[in-house]
């Protein structure tokens, strides 16, 4: 019976570094800042400047760093370059699983290719093949479709997380935007715990909010304003010229401003 031939070990670091260099590189160009070896208007471009270049608020590249980093360290544990592989074997299928993910967002919903994006990619898909070519007689195939399948259900979940916190995000701007043009005012205090419950469910469009600091203590404090306007708790908003004490569900505050519901 023929020998069979015994792994090597460079390849492993190779891919993974070559890997960790380009999503260094794609990192830069998060946002949709030009990088030299995609040309202006190319897909890298339309794919990077994309609301899929980010998975729960990350950057993707930062995903591709920490995989290829932990392959990284792989092909240096060690050694038995045939142990190296068997390591390698699962993160790998994991980080195909995703890059089959990233693949199909970009064919199917963006239609067009980041060749940067595609080359990690293919390099993912290398570190997978040759795991497995000299993993196989020693492993079942369970350690390479398990990983691959968990992480592509993790991505999947992970935009449609994202895609509903944009969603909720950009509804809560619109409001708060809506009730400062409208006149309404929010009247609180510092240290009210629910007026910071309040601004929190507007997370970061809280800034928007017609908000008016009762404290005198406060920097910003307007105790005069709140006293005419016959302030006796905290929170109190006045919305339509009628006055409603404690916190507001955005829902309800969208129905007493007449804000289209979400």
Do not use: N
Not at 75 to 80: E, K, L, P
Not at 158 to 178: I, M, N, P, S, V
């Amino acid at each position: 019976m023929k020998a069979r031939r015994a792994p090597l070990g460079w390849p492993l670091a190779a891919l993974a570094g070559a890997g960790f260099l380009l999503s260094g590189y794609l990192w830069f160009g998060t946002g949709g800042a030009e990088l030299r070896l995609c040309p202006a208007g190319s897909g890298c471009q339309v794919v990077q400047s994309s609301r899929y270049a980010f998975l729960l608020g990350v950057p993707l590249p930062v995903y591709g760093l920490v995989y290829y980093g932990v392959l990284l360290v792989v092909s240096g544990w060690g050694t038995d370059p045939a142990r190296r592989w068997q390591l390698a074997l699962p993160v790998a299928a994991a980080g195909s699983g995703a890059s089959l993910v990233f693949l199909g967002v970009q064919r199917f919903v963006l239609q067009t290719f980041c060749t940067l994006c595609v080359l990690s990619a293919v390099l993912s898909f290398a570190l997978l093949a040759l795991s497995w070519t000299y993993t196989r007689p020693k492993v079942g195939w369970p350690v390479m479709v398990l990983p691959a399948l968990a992480a592509l259900v993790a991505v999947v979940g992970g935009y449609t997380l994202t895609e509903r916190q944009t969603a909720a995000t950009a509804y809560a701007e619109g409001l708060a935007k809506h009730l400062a043009a409208s006149g309404a005012r929010f009247y609180g205090a510092y240290w009210c715990p629910h007026c910071t419950e309040q601004k929190r469910m507007f997370g970061d469009a809280a800034r928007y909010l017609p908000y008016v600091e009762c404290d005198a203590r406060a920097p910003d404090g307007r105790p005069e304003e709140c006293r005419k306007a016959g302030v006796r708790a905290y929170p109190t908003w006045v919305i339509g010229g009628r006055k409603y004490e404690g916190t507001i569900p955005l829902e309800e505050l969208a129905r007493l401003s007449g804000y289209p519901p979400p």
